[in-house]
């Protein structure tokens, strides 16, 4: 859907978010985008929240977010190889953010961000 870039902050003060950019604009990818941007507005501690976004010059929308440095949960096991207790408590994590996601009415695919489907620049 987008492109996602590291950035780090112009207004001097520390710190990096993930800027996710669409790269083309059809109705209903706005509508994904912005149902994205209210699932990353309420805090949830296994989900990166949003701290700003927009829409672009050439009005295209935008939002940065918390960036979270770390592997991908499919990277992670691959890395770590935990066993079946530790896998069990990961995929908890991640219903437990689905729950909080559907409570907030949004319906979100979860498996964009347990691989790596998104290229960071």
């Known amino acids: 859907m987008g492109a ?3 950035a780090s902050r112009s207004d ?3 710190g990096q978010v993930a800027v996710k950019i669409l790269q083309r604009l059809s109705p209903g990818m706005c509508t994904a985008f912005r149902d994205e941007c209210k699932l990353l507005l309420p805090k949830h501690p296994h989900i990166a929240h949003i701290i700003n976004a ?3 010059k ?3 929308p935008w939002m940065a977010m918390e960036y979270v440095n770390g592997l991908s949960l499919s990277d992670y096991i691959k890395e770590h ?3 079946l207790k530790k ?3 990961l995929f908890l994590q991640v219903c437990d953010a689905m729950v909080h996601a559907h409570r907030q009415m949004i319906i979100h695919s979860p498996a964009r961000h347990l ?3 998104y290229t960071y620049k």
């Open 54 to 56: 927009d829409e672009g």
């Open 12 to 14: 001097g003060l520390e």
């Open 115 to 117: 691989c790596d489907c």
């Open 4 to 6: 996602v870039y590291l």
């Open 81 to 83: 190889q935990p066993d």
């Open 58 to 60: 050439d009005g295209l």
């Open 87 to 89: 896998r069990i408590e």
